[in-house]
């Protein structure tokens, strides 16, 4: 054990947790490639898990920021006027929200995917004047009290320390077989002795990160959305993972012709991993006093400089024609190792860059992420049983540092079922 490993056992506290899946010492990172102090090589398959989506350090996003340091630009500001938040509003306004035919204020919450989550929350509530919020098995949406409320993992709302509150879950697309399950969630609202009272608002994801990389039918999702116009309820999708090109599209919810009441996005958003978020709010929702919502950090100039930079990619559609030719070299490549390796009992799920394989072999895929690291990978799972192998290349990752990826993903599988297969 290095001497930093050992610092950061003995002084860190016992809720770390990726460093003891990446038992290492990183010291340099660029594009899709990582460093550790030995000097080993990595693939990062894994992105930040998805605050990474163009890989690390691009050039062009750290020229910016350099340049913006050294002119002495505004740091901290709160949510003061600055040339950069100012820049980076009408950006957005016109690469990513004109173009979509999109019309929506930008709140900023705070700086991380909770406080978007938060944000949308208690607006609903203040809109609608109703408490309870409809969410999805298996959703994730944060880890502060409101957004554990809507999540669907036992051992994450275990640490509230205290019940979770108006919320009610419903199953997922698909989270039972052969059964509609918006029908299932349409009864519960006609009948009025179900116990479920019209929620103010229905969060969900397009495609479910933390809860398994399960991605809804785009059926489905406008089904959803037609439900919530039918009672009245506000739809929020929450784009913090799914989100930036993650599943193919700017926003996940694209392909599926959605217009949501709220958006929570974070993550990618800054382009640089800084942290930066924001809540899209259908512009007659925009209904909070000033400073109703506010924090300390919910201005943050150096992400604005950096997100600004990264919408160069979306200023017309080349980027996203090539997110998708690559998505069909992972996709074919995934459905390769599961007919190859009928062992694993494995199923592809996801969509675009956010996918991976579901093992039915009891902790199989813990094994594979850990043999993968051996070999020179970086990748997570996923699930409330971990029995998905995640995949989050950086969406810029050229073709040939993806087939590296993926052969290692086969190598590690191939390794693994070559030898028992054992708890």
Known sequence: MTQDMKVIETLESEVRSYVRSFPTVFTKAKGYKMWDKAGKEYIDFFSGAGALNYGHNDPKMKEKLVEYIMSDGITHSLDMASTAKAEFLNTFNEVILKPRNLDYKIMFPGPTGTNTVESALKLARKVTGRTDIISFTNGFHGMTI?????????????????????????????????????????????DSGSGVDIPAAIIAETVQGEGGINAARFEWLKKLEQICKRWDILLIIDDVQAGVGRTGTFFSFEPAGLKPDIVCMSKSLSGYGIPFAITLIRPDLDIWTPGEHNGTFRGNNHAFVTATASLDYWKDDTFEKEIKEKSQIIYESLEKIVKNYPEIKGEVRGRGFMVGIASEVEGLSDKVAAKAFELGLIMETSGPKDEVFKLFPPLNIDEEGLKKGLAIIEESVKSLVKEPITN
């Open 146 to 190: 409101g957004s554990l409320s809507v999540t669907g993992n036992a051992m994450k709302r275990k640490g509230a320390g205290i019940p979770l509150q108006n919320t009610v879950t419903m199953p997922y697309d698909n989270y039972v077989d052969d059964h509609d399950t918006l029908e299932y969630l349409e009864r519960f609202l006609e």
